[in-house]
């Protein structure tokens, strides 16, 4: 049975359609009825009598209209090739014009690699480094030369490193410390440290170049008083260990600095400033020039020839200066990383002398080459002063300047 208002099936003897409410009565066992197609909005209230509908028994049950089914057909999914993207680049890390796999493009406008941390190395600069400070550490604790005089005026003395000068064992360690550790950063790809073992190998040739100077004149020196006394005598000079060492040790300090120029070129950063290189090459001119301006009536030529000190002891007196400036103007001239470490390296030795010998501390704080012609005290020059200032100030500033380009480069995205 069904329904006679909305159709659905109905079970004998239930009298109220349980889908639209609408009474039963009248609907007897076993007939059929056909579901009216009354407009739901026509559907009377609950309760309410419903004529009597018509009957027709032999008319077959309709069943109720399926509803819509939910899930129709949708459109054909239609595949689309995917397209290159445009203003990218898909491996901005692959070799090529970028550089190395895996590196920074270089900044700056060069087109070098920019150098990366390598693991430690023993190179043919850290053994040569290695070499030349240990060579300088012995010499300034074993005698470096001595004489003996035999006959009317018997006399034996003998002298070790800081019998020249009261700042020269402490010069020679800080030589020597550099070198190791320039070598080692630069072994693992700190350009900047083999600059550092570079300038102070030129360091250390310089101001052991002096010292062998200081043994021939002080050779020199004792056989003209024993000349001008008069009687007899027998002078016997020997070059101690410790001349010895420190010859090896200005020979492998130049070989450091030879070794140190093949870091020289190109490290993949844009270039330090050139103010600061023309600043730092100024302040090394003027240490260059400061220990040779005579000063109380002294002249000139005293650098180059007199008739107290011989030959031989003022060229290597000149090779101080002479090393300082290579290594100054190598270094600031080349506006590098490189460049930096090897001009602090060059006036490392040469800003100690200088601090010692303003502030007057030792016995015998000597200036940079030994002083000034006709110096009577230890007081630097003038010149000698501000060109030590302007070339640590430049070094400061190049290093600052380096380091905030680093930082830079690293926030790139």
């Known amino acids: 049975m069904f329904c006679p208002s909305c159709g659905t099936a109905v079970q004998p003897g239930q009298k109220f359609c349980t889908e639209c409410g609408g009474t039963l009565a009248g609907l007897a066992a076993g007939s059929t009825f056909a579901p009216s197609a009354m407009d739901e909005s026509t559907t009377p209230p609950f309760g309410t009598a419903l004529p ?11 069943a109720p209209a399926a ?10 999914l239609t595949v689309v090739e995917q397209t290159s993207p445009t203003g990218y680049d898909p491996n901005p890390w692959d070799a090529g014009a970028t550089g190395a796999a895996g590196q920074w493009p270089a900044q700056g406008g060069d087109t070098g690699q920019v150098s990366a941390v390598q693991p430690f190395r023993i190179t043919p600069l850290v053994a040569v480094s290695a070499v030349a400070a240990v060579l300088a550490v012995a ?13 009317d005026f018997a006399n034996q003395q003998s002298f070790k490193l800081n019998d020249f000068a009261s700042n020269l064992t402490v010069g020679a360690i800080i030589a020597a410390v550099l070198l190791v550790g320039g070598s080692v950063l630069g072994a693992t790809g700190r350009r900047v440290g083999s600059g550092v073992a570079g300038g102070a190998g030129l360091a250390l040739a310089g101001t052991f170049g002096w010292v062998i100077g200081q043994v021939i004149a002080q050779f020199d020196l004792q056989e003209v008083l024993l000349l001008g006394g008069g009687g007899s005598f027998t002078l016997t000079t020997t070059q101690e260990v410790g001349f010895w060492l420190a010859v090896g040790a200005a020979g492998m300090g130049v070989v450091a600095f030879v070794l140190s120029l093949s870091s020289a070129g190109n490290d ?12 730092g090459a100024l302040g090394t001119l003027a240490v260059v020039v400061g220990p040779l301006i005579p000063m109380n009536g002294a002249a000139l ?14 060229y290597l007196r000149l090779a101080v200066v002479v090393l300082i400036g290579v290594g100054g103007l190598l270094g600031f001239l080349a506006n590098r990383r490189w460049g930096l470490g090897m001009a602090l390296g060059a006036i490392s030795v ?39 200032v302007v070339m640590l100030l430049a070094i400061v500033a190049g290093l600052l300047a380096a380091a905030q380009q680093r930082t830079a480069q690293r926030a790139l995205p």
């Open 268 to 279: 993949g950063h844009a270039p330090i400033n050139p103010a600061i290189g023309v600043l």
């Open 350 to 388: 040469g800003a100690w002398q200088w601090v010692t010998a303003i502030t007057e501390s030792g016995d015998i704080p000597l200036g940079i080459a030994g002083g000034n012609p006709g110096a009577t005290d230890f007081t630097p020059h003038v010149v000698t002063t501000i060109g030590v």
């Open 139 to 151: 010499s300034a604790f074993v005698k470096v030369a001595s004489f003996e005089v035999a006959g």
């Open 52 to 62: 009597p509908p018509s009957v027709t028994p032999t008319a077959a049950p309709v």
């Open 301 to 314: 030529g005293d650098n180059f020839t007199n008739d107290f000190i011989p030959p031989a002891s003022l």
């Open 67 to 76: 509803p819509a089914d939910p899930f129709e057909a949708t459109a054909a």
